[in-house]
């Protein structure tokens, strides 16, 4: 509400607990005259399944538009305004909660105690209306078509009339072009919906028909942005038909998720799948991923626009308060996140994510969004003594420091080229020329490895650098595939010595295959015509430039100890590779004073499983402060 009106309505504040305030929309049969309504403060539980929610966009931040409420003027946007025309009844009240009036926007206490409400607001709601604006020239033939496809492929699953009929009709651009796409506020309100209805003027139509369209649409005939925003609708759709608003957290890391509103198939995050045995931090990624680049008026609404669905998975957050800096609550949520999965694994998927100045090292940084798509890399993850948090240990924070405790396992030394990687056509000039950059790391790598031959465990040195290359990417299975074609090609190039009984073996199954002995030393138009033409080769080259897209910028090590591995992010020669309480996976810490600096997690062969106390105690750990 604009400060300028100043005899308008004042809200009341709200009685503690869960009330809410609910808006009685009156009737009128004349679209033009005065919008009439009144406020009651029902609890949360009284109002329960007795309203509709109104998902919507501000828009201008003009509040120019006046309306009487509880006797007294309100004045509100355009699309407010709008909205209150469209929806309103000719006969009968229509009971409805909109953020903008049923919120006092004026107060921060009472924002952040609503917003802290909010999932549970569009999940106790009996219809959610999406309201899309004023319609347009062919608008009511994009929503009849739309109700008419949805119609058809309920009756008909496979059908020549389905694929032709897969190109978007024009009148739906402007539809998809509408903001309500790209808030962030939007994404949590429909996933946490039972119902969902879409209203563009006086057209409505079901959310399932408006995304079933939309989902079997040829995205190849739209344009660039269009294209985006039917992808962001269909990862919508997939997330919301994995997602359940009566999600069961069954224990610490674990959630079951029915894969559709009526089927009784979950989707069991204590299971092994996708993201090892912590789906729940697959769930976080996707949310993450599908409001990336959604926008929103504060920054903090980033974050607080996920808290309700993050709560519904099962995550102790405190109430969301607008007084507080972006670093701290980001600190909030990362401990959250830390103490929900009992583990250090949040910190692996999203290391680049964290505050490059101003904050600690181990809080994520949620505001900041680059173009780099979040990985989780789990590096075959195993359950460890120390590989989660016991259930009752917490991480000291004292100071915006994070206390841990772990086993210093020695410097860094002996580093590698950083990994090259640029985004090129594989088959094209610049992509084959990548490969042949890829090809030269490649034997840059194997050089470092020649300067020692065995890890302590007794490993070739050259195949654990690849193992934990390929670690990260790879299923156990695939990686061991990998290891094998590639074992016979670095031997039949002549790039490693024959050092294992079972190498002799490689070797004779490569036996007349095309790989020239003497590779190295191949002229550079000639080494590029073999890149291009041979398929062992572009086999191999293809898996390191494949991976290589994750990891650019990582750089491969060895210890003082004398463990080779690969760091996902760059490193320098006063760093320490350490084993912390509550990951499998080591970590970089750098010294800064009496603390440390996390900088990046590693794959490194062999040290989690050796240098862990066997009996699984705490002997020989000491405290490690972020």
């Known amino acids: 509400m604009d400060p300028q009106h100043q005899d308008t309505f004042k809200h009341t504040p709200l009685a503690p607990g869960n009330n809410i305030r609910l808006l009685a929309l009156e009737p009128s049969r004349d679209f033009n005259s005065d919008i009439r309504c009144r406020l009651t403060e029902p609890s949360l539980n009284e109002a329960r ?47 409805l909660w909109i953020d903008a009036i049923c919120i006092d926007q004026s107060s921060k206490a009472e924002r952040g105690h609503q917003v802290e409400l909010m999932g549970e607001i569009y999940k106790f709601a009996n219809n959610v209306i999406v309201w899309l604006g004023e319609q347009q020239l062919g608008t009511r033939r994009a929503f009849r078509h739309a109700h008419n496809f949805y119609r058809l492929t309920r009756v008909i699953k496979k059908s020549k009339i389905l694929t032709d009929g897969r190109k978007l009709p024009p009148e739906f651009l402007p539809l998809l072009n509408h903001a309500w796409f790209r808030r962030v506020w939007t994404f949590q309100e429909l996933l946490m919906a039972s119902r969902v209805t879409v209203y563009c003027g006086r057209c409505s139509l079901p959310w399932e028909a408006f995304a079933r369209r939309v989902n079997l649409s040829r995205f190849s005939d739209v344009s660039g942005d269009v294209n985006s925003l ?35 198939t979950c989707y069991d995050a204590s299971k092994p799948t996708l993201a090892g045995n912590h789906g729940w931090l697959f769930i976080l990624a996707m949310l993450w991923e599908s409001t990336r680049k959604r926008s929103c008026s504060e920054p903090l609404d980033r974050l607080f626009g996920l808290y309700g669905l993050l709560r519904n998975i099962g995550f102790s957050l405190p109430q969301p308060d607008y007084h507080k800096t972006g670093l701290q609550v980001s600190q909030e949520v990362t401990l959250s996140c830390l103490m929900f999965g009992r583990s250090l694994l949040p910190l692996y998927g999203f290391v680049h994510r964290r505050f490059s100045s101003g904050g600690p090292s181990w809080a994520i940084d949620w505001e900041r969004f680059g173009d780099r798509v979040s990985h989780i890399r789990t590096w075959g993850i195993k359950e460890g003594s120390h590989s989660a948090f016991r259930h009752d240990y917490r991480p000291n924070i004292d100071d915006n420091r994070l206390g841990l405790k772990g086993i210093i396992h020695g410097s860094l030394y002996g580093f590698g080229t950083p990994i090259p990687y640029k985004e090129e056509d594989a088959y094209s000039e610049r992509g084959i020329s990548l490969r042949l950059v890829m090809f030269n790391w490649l034997q840059e790598m194997l050089n470092l490895t020649k300067t020692f031959q065995k890890c302590p465990n007794g490993q070739v040195a050259w195949e654990a650098f690849f193992i934990a290359y390929f670690k990260g990417y790879y299923t156990f299975g695939s990686t061991q595939s990998v290891l094998t074609s590639m074992t016979k090609f670095l031997l039949q190039c002549g790039m490693v010595a024959s050092q294992l009984p079972r190498h002799i073996d490689l070797l004779k199954l490569g036996a007349g295959g095309s790989v020239p002995k003497q590779l190295p030393t191949l002229e550079k138009d000639e080494l590029y015509t073999y890149v291009r033409d041979d398929a062992i080769m572009r086999d191999f080259t293809e898996k390191i430039t494949y991976t290589a897209r994750y990891c650019s910028g990582g750089t491969s090590f060895r210890t003082s100890k004398g463990w080779i591995g690969v760091s996902m992010y760059p490193i320098q020669p006063s760093d320490q590779i350490a084993l912390l309480h509550g990951s499998s996976v080591p970590a970089i810490l750098r010294p800064v004073g009496e603390h440390y600096q996390l900088v990046s997690f590693a794959s490194v062969q062999g040290i989690p499983d050796s240098a862990w106390p066997v009996n699984g105690d705490e002997e020989g750990m000491q405290s490690v402060v972020l």
């Open 49 to 95: 399944g007795r309203y509709e929610a109104l998902s919507y966009v501000w828009g201008s931040q003009t509040f120019d538009h006046k309306i009487i409420c509880n006797d007294s003027p309100f004045y509100v946007t355009t699309n407010c305004m709008l909205a209150l025309r469209y929806l309103r009844k000719k006969v009968r009240v229509r009971r």
């Open 230 to 264: 039917c992808m962001d609708i269909r990862l919508i759709n997939i997330t919301r038909s994995l997602w359940n608003v009566e999600v069961r957290v069954t224990d610490h890391n674990s959630a079951k998720i029915p894969l559709d509103g009526r089927s009784k």
